[in-house]
């Protein structure tokens, strides 16, 4: 399929009011971007061959992200920032030829679904529509520009609220600041704005009036869930989207057959794969990209904390953290250990506080530690990486294993101990 679509994702603007070092973009949810969460959900509806990310506050950083982690996304740089209409503008010269649609959204509303956006597409091209705006229902609309409509019903501008009438203001329907624009007929609007207005900007919103002077085809896709437009402006509401994605994320698994003992204590990020079947405990931390089989146990007080990979029947107890591993299917680790950047066989048992030392603090680097079907540790071993357990060997308590060992081996190391009888008499 051609994909037709382009996006302008605005992220210039500063957030003050996170009160950070770090640009609003760039905080996290279940340690990933605000700013990845948008261009993921664009991305996965299919449609956009490319992303313009409009930057300006702290840009470098942002851009730094950007190309690291996305390779259909440009930077474009706003500087100075004179609102969402300026913002939009950047692009305008890279799109000068383009024929098709303009995605146009904001970097910091991570609820935001890809069933969506696909649906909001869907839509506009039904109907066939010059440009058509994301609008949702908020019984408080505060801050919001309103959605102001003719008496017949029809669209006629949105109204920021600082320029807005008490009657404007009542409106419930507000602009979420999505938009979907035939680019062709659409982009002229941007040589006309102006900021005579209350906040003296550049209001991308007045594109809505200037397409029905031209009598262009106008409308609004009214947000089925007004949750997904959430903007984050500060950490408040970063913590208010972390629970409402937390809670998402744990409403699918439970339909989908995966065992939650307790959601309010359960964490568990979206990009976690879960088979039915498979039992989590209360207080578990899972962040990042997970596949967990089925018939798992997980928990309590666990945390996962990404490219983790389990099978089927595995066992992963209390105070265990795990990171970049794959387990397969039987293998217990059931207390108090750190099994990172590991390979774990089926059958294998992981004594109660055994370590896999990965980590190199001089050099920075991270070994590999492999351990094969059937092999076990005894508790407390320290696993010194790179190294490799062979099938059905095993490590004594409290070893400090710094070699590889083969199959059916043991390895221990050991000071030997002393017994002195009747010391607490003398
Ligand atoms: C905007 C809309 C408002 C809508 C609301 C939804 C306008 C004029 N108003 O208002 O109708 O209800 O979003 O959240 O568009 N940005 C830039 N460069 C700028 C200014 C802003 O990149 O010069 C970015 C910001 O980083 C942010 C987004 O644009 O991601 C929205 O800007 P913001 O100032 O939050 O707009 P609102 O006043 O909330
Ligand atoms: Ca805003």
């Given at each position: 399929?051609?994909?037709?679509?382009?996006?302008?994702?605005?992220?210039?603007?500063?957030?003050t009011?996170m009160?950070?070092?770090?640009?609003?973009?760039?905080?996290?949810?279940?340690?990933?971007?605000?700013?990845?969460?948008?261009?993921?959900?664009?991305?996965?509806?299919?449609?956009?061959?490319?992303?313009?990310?409009?930057?300006?506050?702290?840009?470098d950083?942002?851009e730094?992200?950007?190309?690291?982690?996305?390779?259909?996304?440009k930077c474009?740089?706003?500087?100075?920032?004179?609102?969402?209409?300026?913002a939009?503008?950047?692009?305008?010269?890279?799109?000068?030829?383009?024929?098709?649609?303009?995605?146009?959204?904001?970097g910091?509303?991570?609820?935001?679904?890809?069933?969506?956006?696909?649906?909001?597409?869907?839509?506009?091209?039904?109907?066939?529509?010059?440009?058509?705006?994301?609008?949702?229902?908020?019984?408080?609309?505060?801050?919001?520009?309103?959605?102001v409509?003719?008496?017949?019903?029809?669209?006629?501008?949105i109204?920021?609220?600082?320029?807005?009438?008490?009657?404007?203001?009542?409106?419930?329907?507000?602009?979420t600041?999505?938009?979907?624009?035939?680019?062709?007929?659409i982009?002229?609007?941007?040589l006309?704005?102006?900021?005579n207005n209350?906040?003296?900007?550049?209001?991308?919103?007045?594109?809505?009036?200037?397409?029905?002077?031209?009598?262009l085809?106008?409308?609004?896709?009214?947000?089925?869930?007004?949750?997904?437009?959430?903007?984050?402006?500060?950490?408040?509401?970063l913590?208010?989207?972390?629970?409402?994605l937390?809670?998402?994320?744990?409403?699918?698994?439970?339909?989908?057959?995966?065992?939650?003992?307790?959601p309010?204590?359960?964490?568990?990020?979206?990009?976690?794969?879960?088979?039915?079947?498979?039992?989590?405990?209360?207080?578990?931390?899972?962040?990042?990209?997970?596949?967990?089989?089925?018939?798992?146990?997980?928990?309590?007080?666990?945390?996962?904390?990404g490219?983790?990979?389990?099978?089927?029947?595995?066992?992963?107890?209390?105070?265990?953290?795990?990171?970049?591993?794959?387990?397969?299917?039987?293998?217990?680790?059931?207390?108090?250990s750190?099994?990172?950047?590991?390979?774990?066989?089926?059958?294998?048992?992981?004594?109660?506080?055994?370590?896999?030392?990965?980590?190199?603090?001089?050099?920075?680097?991270?070994?590999?530690?492999?351990?094969?079907?059937?092999?076990?540790?005894?508790?407390?071993?320290?696993?010194?990486?790179?190294?490799?357990?062979?099938?059905?060997?095993?490590?004594?308590?409290?070893?400090?294993?710094?070699?590889?060992?083969?199959?059916?081996?043991?390895?221990?190391t050991?000071a030997p101990?002393?017994?002195?009888?009747?010391?607490?008499?003398?």
């Amino acid at each position: 399929m051609q994909k037709n679509v382009k996006s302008i994702i605005l992220a210039a603007g500063k957030g003050t009011r996170m009160k950070s070092d770090t640009p609003k973009v760039l905080h996290k949810i279940f340690n990933k971007e605000l700013l990845g969460y948008v261009l993921d959900e664009v991305n996965k509806t299919g449609e956009v061959a490319e992303n313009y990310v409009i930057v300006g506050h702290k840009a470098d950083m942002v851009e730094a992200y950007v190309k690291e982690n996305f390779e259909n996304a440009k930077c474009l740089l706003q500087s100075p920032q004179l609102g969402t209409g300026h913002a939009a503008f950047q692009a305008y010269d890279y799109l000068k030829d383009f024929g098709g649609e303009v995605l146009i959204l904001c970097g910091d509303t991570p609820l935001l679904t890809s069933d969506t956006l696909k649906d909001f597409i869907e839509l506009h091209r039904k109907n066939n529509s010059s440009l058509t705006v994301m609008s949702a229902i908020f019984e408080n609309p505060a801050n919001y520009g309103r959605i102001v409509r003719d008496s017949a019903g029809n669209l006629c501008a949105i109204v920021e609220e600082k320029d807005a009438t008490s009657e404007q203001k009542a409106v419930k329907e507000i602009n979420t600041g999505v938009y979907l624009l035939n680019w062709k007929d659409i982009s002229p609007a941007f040589l006309s704005l102006d900021s005579n207005n209350a906040q003296g900007e550049y209001y991308l919103t007045d594109i809505v009036k200037w397409a029905i002077k031209q009598g262009l085809k106008v409308q609004s896709y009214i947000l089925k869930n007004n949750e997904e437009s959430f903007g984050i402006n500060s950490k408040l509401h970063l913590a208010q989207a972390f629970k409402i994605l937390k809670n998402r994320v744990i409403n699918k698994l439970l339909e989908s057959g995966v065992t939650i003992v307790d959601p309010d204590t359960t964490y568990i990020s979206p990009e976690t794969i879960i088979e039915p079947d498979t039992e989590i405990l209360p207080c578990t931390y899972i962040e990042g990209k997970n596949k967990i089989g089925s018939h798992c146990k997980i928990g309590p007080f666990a945390r996962i904390r990404g490219d983790v990979e389990l099978g089927n029947y595995v066992k992963i107890g209390n105070f265990v953290e795990i990171k970049k591993s794959k387990i397969k299917d039987h293998t217990n680790v059931s207390h108090l250990s750190y099994i990172g950047d590991s390979r774990l066989g089926s059958n294998v048992n992981i004594g109660a506080g055994t370590i896999t030392a990965n980590y190199n603090h001089s050099t920075k680097q991270k070994f590999q530690t492999e351990i094969k079907d059937g092999a076990s540790t005894g508790s407390n071993s320290v696993l010194v990486a790179p190294l490799v357990m062979g099938e059905n060997s095993s490590v004594g308590a409290g070893t400090v294993l710094s070699k590889d060992i083969k199959e059916n081996a043991l390895g221990l190391t050991r000071a030997p101990l002393k017994i002195f009888e009747n010391w607490f008499k003398k």
